[in-house]
């Protein structure tokens, strides 16, 4: 069964920092790409960033360029999101998804596997 679980979502005042982690069990993920994602209450679910199987492609949203910065550990079955200079805007559920990298772009909105989603709030 695959499994991704989120970590290290949490409460920060703006213009601070968090590690966001994601740990991906149940099957290989070296073929993998993998991203992150994030619901604000009363908003649709947006892509904030992904990073392709090999980690040498990545995507960002405009928003958070500069910002956060995405990576996978060297067995590719893990991904973080660094969040540095965090805003307000910036609240919401994270969740982390992966999909094949043969299935479409980074930029698709076709992900195979789901987290449950870590919070993020940003207190101003």
């Known amino acids: 069964q695959v499994q991704l679980v989120e970590s290290g979502g949490g409460l920060v005042q703006a213009g601070g920092s968090l590690r966001l982690s994601c740990a991906a069990s149940g099957r290989t993920f070296n073929s993998y790409d993998m991203g992150w994602f994030r619901q604000a209450p009363g908003k649709e679910r947006e892509a904030v960033t992904a990073?392709?199987?090999?980690?040498?492609?990545?995507y960002y949203t405009d928003s958070v360029k500069g910002r956060f910065t995405i990576s996978r550990g060297s067995a590719r079955n893990t991904a973080y999101l660094q969040m540095n200079s965090l805003k307000p805007d910036d609240t919401a559920v994270y969740y982390c998804?992966?999909?094949?990298?043969?299935?479409?772009?980074?930029?698709?909105?076709?992900?195979?596997?789901w987290g449950q989603g870590t919070q993020v709030t940003v207190s101003s």
């Open positions: 990073i392709s199987w090999n980690g040498i492609s990545t």
């Open positions: 998804a992966a999909k094949p990298t043969t299935s479409g772009p980074l930029t698709s909105r076709a992900w195979n596997y």
